[in-house]
């Protein structure tokens, strides 16, 4: 998003985690809900733009979603709404992305109203790494001439009793309503969502071999050193490594696998 819209988000943020603390665990239909506006908004072209038309007035705006939502969903998803479409927005799509981001932190705040925020962060890193694992499953549910309700299904199945609603819900969104990139981001972003209500750090470990508690722990320390927060390291194991480790924090990748310095140095050698 530019500018415009990452601030229009930002506030609606703001407001609406006022509303989710008072909410509790209600936050995951409040998500729900937001996850369908978000939907109607992707099917109507000249309901973004009417939405997002500079031209109108902010309470003419508001009015209309009054009038499309109210008695439909919760009043104080229309509420939240009413103030979005106040904004101003670079993109028309950027609404829906935002209704849709919104829906994302409603169900994290769920998660910890009833103190399970931890857990969903980290069955969000093992469906990563379910996918990590299986390129047949990746290439399947990045098929977009698959009904996307298969697809969340699929998924949904493998999960079973491995993952709490909150989790099953966030991945079925991802699956149904994808965003740019691969989904194995798009769970990354959300785990990311999950640790910065925690105020903490995510890093994402690859490493040839499971490491013990203890390197896991000196790991940790290492990074809330570097970046002045605390980390939660996730760990992941890819034998293709050879050697290593290859951490990634947000955008910062620190890569020193055996394999890398491998194919660096090939690339050296042959020019």
């Known amino acids: 998003m530019r500018a415009s819209s990452q601030a229009a988000l930002s506030a609606a943020t703001d407001r609406w985690e006022t509303s989710l603390r008072d909410a509790g665990d209600r936050g995951r239909e409040l998500g729900s809900q937001l996850f369908e506006v978000s939907d109607t908004l992707a099917r109507s072209g000249s309901l973004r733009r009417a939405l997002t038309d500079p031209a109108r007035s902010g309470d003419d705006k508001a009015r209309l979603v009054g009038a499309l939502f109210d008695g439909k969903v919760d009043p104080l998803v229309v509420d939240l709404l009413a103030g979005m479409v106040r904004s101003r927005w670079s993109e028309e799509s950027d609404l829906g992305a935002a209704v849709d981001e919104l829906g994302i932190v409603s169900v994290l705040a769920a998660a910890q109203a009833r103190d399970a925020l931890l857990e969903v962060e980290e069955e969000l890193f093992r469906v990563e790494r379910l996918l990590a694992s299986s390129r047949e499953l990746r290439s399947t549910l990045a098929e977009r001439d698959v009904d996307p309700q298969r697809r969340a299904d699929l998924l949904d199945s493998l999960l079973a009793d491995r993952a709490g609603d ?44 499971p490491l013990t508690q203890a390197q896991e722990a000196r790991l ?50 042959t020019g």
Not at 186 to 193: D, F, I, Q, T, Y
Not at 247 to 265: P, S
């Open 166 to 209: 909150e989790t099953r819900l966030l991945v079925r969104r991802l699956i149904r309503a994808p965003r740019a990139g691969s989904l194995s981001a798009a769970l990354r972003h959300v785990g990311e969502l999950a640790a910065a209500r925690r105020d903490r750090l995510v890093a994402n470990v690859t490493a040839a071999s």
């Open 220 to 269: 940790a320390r290492i990074l809330e050193r570097a970046y002045g927060r605390s980390v939660q390291v996730n760990v992941g194991v890819d034998p293709a490594v050879l050697g290593g480790m290859r951490v990634q924090v947000g955008a910062e990748v620190i890569d020193g696998t055996m394999l890398t310095r491998i194919q660096d140095a090939r690339r050296r050698f």
